[in-house]
Structures are given as C-alpha cells and as structure tokens.
C-alpha cells in the first residue's frame, strides 16, 4: 500500500484524480447529498420509478465515464459530473436490491464490503499500490473508479441499515459517522495509513451526506428545514457548479508530480488488518445490542373503539398499532377531497418520515406484512408527488394504503 508513482503500463498519463485538499471532501459532500436527494427526486417526483431513473443514470454515466477516460489528465468538470453520477447510481444500486428484490440491507452491506476489499486487492496485487496520488494509467483508473462505486453502494447500505433498520435515525447516524470521520483524520495525521484513512472517510461521507440532505428535505415537525428533495438537490446542484467552476480556474486541487515513494505510507498493511477487524467486531456487538434492545421493546397495544368501554377486541394488524399511519394517511386524503393538494403533499411527507422510524421496530414483527404496507406508501408517495399528480390515482393509492392499513 505504498504510495510510490512508479508505473506500468504502455502509456503513462499525468495522474487523473484531484489533490485531496478540503474542497476535494467539500465536493464530494456536496455530491453525495446530491445522489441522495436527486435519487429520490427523479423516483418519485417525476414518477420513473427505480427501474427507470437507474437506466437513465446508467446511460449518463457510462458517457461521464467515456469522456473521463479520454482525459490525458484531471479535468475538474469530467471528474466532478463522473462522481456525481456514480453517486446517484450507486445509491440506486442498493435501493433496487433493497426494494425491488427484497436483499436485506445487513446482506447488502456485507456483499458491497467484500467486493470494496476485493477490488482493493485486485488492485494491489496488480499495482502494488493504492495511492490516489498515481492513478496515471487507464488500468489503475479503472480500479479507481471500480471502487468508488462500490464505496457509494456501501455507504448507501451502511447509513440506510444504521437510520432505519437498527432505528437510529439519519441525524444520529450522521453525527456518529461524522465522529468516526473526525477520529479517522486525527489518526492520519498521527500516522495511520493514509490510504487506509483515505478510503474508510471516503466511505463514512456517502451516510454523513445523506444526512445532511435529510435534515434539509424534512418538514420542520420531523426535526427538518422543510426544503423538500426538489430545493434540496437545486441548492447542493448550484454549490457543486461553483466549486467546480473555480477548481477548474484556479487548479488549486491539481496534484504536483510525485518522483520519490512517500516513506510515511508503509506498514498499510498490518494497519488495514487490525482496523478492519477492530471495525467488524465493534459493528457486529453493536449490531446485536441494538437489534436486541428493538426486539425487547413491547409492542404498542391499539386502543379501544369509542363506546366500546374497551370489552370488545380490536382486530389489529401484525405489526402491531398502526394507528398513527392510518390518521395521516386520512388527513392526507380529507385535504385532497378539500382541494388542497399542496396540503396534501406536505402531510405525507409525515407519512414517509414516520413509517421509516418506526421501520426497526416493525419490520421485526411480521418482515411480509411490514413490505406489503411498505409498497403501498412508495405508490402514494410518488403519486402525490408527481410533477403533474392526477387527483383520482391519488385517493386510488391512498384508499388501497389505509384497507393495508386495516
């Protein structure tokens, strides 16, 4: 794992990546909130659904990929568009093996860690390094941009697994992932490894933006701004430009010619042992403990009929008292039947926030039933967010959630 720029390879090119400066990681923030947020736009708002919006990503990201690739040296807008992208498609890659094939997000998060180490080592065995501050042949920028993907489809899993299904939330899962970050820099800078530190960081900040564009999207009443995905991913869009723009005036993030191995970067190895290991147990103890905690929790009993006096049983679903969902869901449905649309499409925004908190304590229950009423409130949300939403497909989806419902 050094960081030597010696190179093979039957053309050598000047390195094809940005010196990682604080504008490096303020960009990649920026367009990790984006893959977040623009994900969620372009599925729901504009009602592509996740097979749809993933083949538009795709395509659009195999030309950034063409037009970086072409590049004889880092060019700020091919580079950032290229991140950006695999942001977006990345993020969708877990989304579809968690939606629409039902992968639980715990496989999701080991198979994406195995094929990040296995590429780690591909890409050492071949190389011998992994420095960042060499990717000067085509091979090793297609290492390079291999492992990017798989450290957005990671961080998806791992953030999503820690917000909902251990019920974190996505503002404690960000303030834990920006400690980690925080610690990880400070162990940089008093020797650890620092491609060991680089790639971990790299990973931890897919959570920590997705976060932040969480507590940018939500309303107010969930401990949100209220700026919804639409500003969200227009505000972060119109950042990410402006960076980019003086990146490409200024070439303050080109990175100097590297002629001598840099003797600081030895000894990755043991370090990436004992790191990973260190990391593995602790997530797997805090794994049990927390899913232990969740299943220890009773489970919340519905109320009584009025004028029952509470002697006839209430027929309640498997998951326990939905009764939360059920009035949200009929709030939304009376402001629709009113004509308040824009009403409407603010109070399920409750709807979203309050069934993926609730999701670690009842998925648990009955995994079938809680994916069953998980779809339902997918169809509601992206018709009642559509750019055009049509009234009837409407109260069509919100009638067949609140019969899921109970």
Same mark, same amino acid.
């Given at each position: 794992?050094?960081?030597?720029?010696?190179?093979?390879g039957p053309r050598t090119l000047l390195n094809k990546v940005p010196e990682v400066t604080a504008y490096f990681w303020i960009v990649k923030v920026l367009c990790?909130?984006?893959?977040?947020?623009?994900?969620?736009?372009?599925?729901?708002?504009?009602?592509?659904?996740?097979?749809?919006?993933?083949?538009?990503?795709g395509v659009l990201l195999a030309a950034a990929l063409v037009f970086q690739f072409r590049a004889d040296r880092y060019r700020p807008v091919a580079y950032w568009?290229?991140?950006?992208?695999?942001?977006?498609?990345?993020?969708?890659?877990?989304?579809?093996?968690?939606?629409?094939?039902?992968?639980?997000?715990?496989?999701?998060?080991?198979?994406?860690?195995?094929?990040?180490?296995?590429?780690?080592?591909?890409?050492?065995?071949?190389?011998?390094?992994?420095?960042?501050?060499?990717?000067?042949?085509?091979?090793?920028?297609?290492?390079?941009?291999?492992?990017?993907?798989?450290?957005?489809?990671?961080?998806?899993?791992?953030?999503?697994?820690?917000?909902?299904?251990?019920?974190?939330?996505?503002?404690?899962?960000?303030?834990?992932?920006?400690?980690?970050?925080?610690?990880?820099?400070?162990?940089?800078?008093?020797?650890?490894?620092?491609?060991?530190?680089?790639?971990? *960081?790299?990973?931890?900040?897919?959570?920590?933006?997705?976060? *932040?564009?969480?507590?940018?999207?939500?309303?107010?009443?969930?401990?949100?701004?209220?700026?919804?995905?639409?500003? @969200?991913?227009?505000?972060?869009?119109?950042?990410?430009?402006?960076?980019?723009?003086?990146?490409?005036?200024?070439?303050?993030?080109?990175?100097?010619?590297?002629?001598?191995?840099?003797?600081?970067?030895?000894?990755?190895?043991?370090?990436?042992?004992a790191v990973v290991g260190l990391v593995v147990v602790a997530s797997v103890v805090g794994y049990v403990l927390r899913t232990s905690a969740l299943q220890a929790?009773?489970?919340?009993?519905?109320?009584?009929?009025?004028?029952?006096?509470?002697?006839?049983?209430?027929?309640?679903?498997?998951?326990?008292?939905?009764?939360?969902?059920?009035?949200?869901?009929?709030?939304?449905?009376?402001?629709?039947?009113?004509?308040?649309?824009?009403?409407?499409?603010?109070?399920?925004?409750?709807?979203? @926030?309050?069934?993926?908190?609730?999701?670690?304590?009842?998925?648990?229950?009955?995994?079938?039933?809680?994916?069953?009423?998980?779809?339902? *409130?997918?169809?509601?949300?992206?018709?009642?967010?559509?750019?055009?939403?049509?009234?009837?497909?409407?109260?069509?989806?919100?009638?067949?959630?609140?019969?899921?419902?109970?």
């Amino acid at each position: 794992m050094t960081a030597s720029s010696t190179v093979a390879g039957p053309r050598t090119l000047l390195n094809k990546v940005p010196e990682v400066t604080a504008y490096f990681w303020i960009v990649k923030v920026l367009c990790t909130t984006v893959g977040e947020s623009a994900a969620d736009f372009l599925n729901v708002n504009l009602n592509l659904g996740l097979t749809g919006v993933s083949v538009l990503t795709g395509v659009l990201l195999a030309a950034a990929l063409v037009f970086q690739f072409r590049a004889d040296r880092y060019r700020p807008v091919a580079y950032w568009l290229t991140v950006a992208l695999v942001s977006v498609f990345g993020t969708l890659v877990t989304d579809n093996l968690t939606d629409a094939v039902g992968v639980p997000l715990e496989t999701s998060t080991i198979v994406f860690g195995v094929l990040l180490a296995t590429t780690f080592l591909a890409w050492y065995r071949t190389e011998k390094t992994l420095s960042i501050h060499s990717i000067v042949t085509r091979r090793r920028e297609a290492f390079y941009w291999l492992a990017i993907l798989f450290t957005f489809a990671l961080g998806t899993a791992t953030g999503d697994l820690m917000a909902e299904v251990l019920g974190l939330g996505y503002l404690p899962t960000g303030l834990i992932v920006a400690g980690l970050i925080a610690a990880l820099a400070l162990g940089w800078r008093l020797g650890l490894h620092p491609a060991l530190a680089f790639w971990f *960081i790299y990973v931890l900040t897919r959570p920590l933006g997705a976060s *932040i564009g969480d507590y940018l999207s939500q309303s107010p009443g969930n401990g949100g701004l209220g700026l919804g995905t639409t500003v @969200t991913s227009l505000i972060f869009t119109v950042a990410i430009v402006a960076v980019v723009v003086y990146l490409s005036l200024s070439k303050v993030d080109v990175t100097p010619r590297r002629t001598a191995t840099d003797a600081s970067a030895r000894g990755g190895l043991r370090q990436t042992i004992a790191v990973v290991g260190l990391v593995v147990v602790a997530s797997v103890v805090g794994y049990v403990l927390r899913t232990s905690a969740l299943q220890a929790e009773p489970a919340s009993a519905a109320p009584a009929p009025a004028g029952t006096g509470g002697s006839q049983p209430v027929r309640q679903s498997p998951l326990g008292d939905l009764s939360q969902f059920k009035t949200i869901t009929q709030d939304t449905l009376t402001k629709l039947d009113s004509g308040d649309q824009s009403g409407a499409t603010s109070r399920v925004d409750d709807l979203e @926030t309050g069934w993926d908190n609730a999701e670690a304590r009842l998925k648990p229950r009955d995994p079938a039933a809680w994916t069953a009423v998980d779809g339902k *409130i997918d169809t509601v949300l992206r018709q009642l967010r559509a750019t055009s939403p049509d009234a009837a497909e409407e109260k069509t989806a919100l009638n067949d959630l609140l019969a899921a419902l109970g």
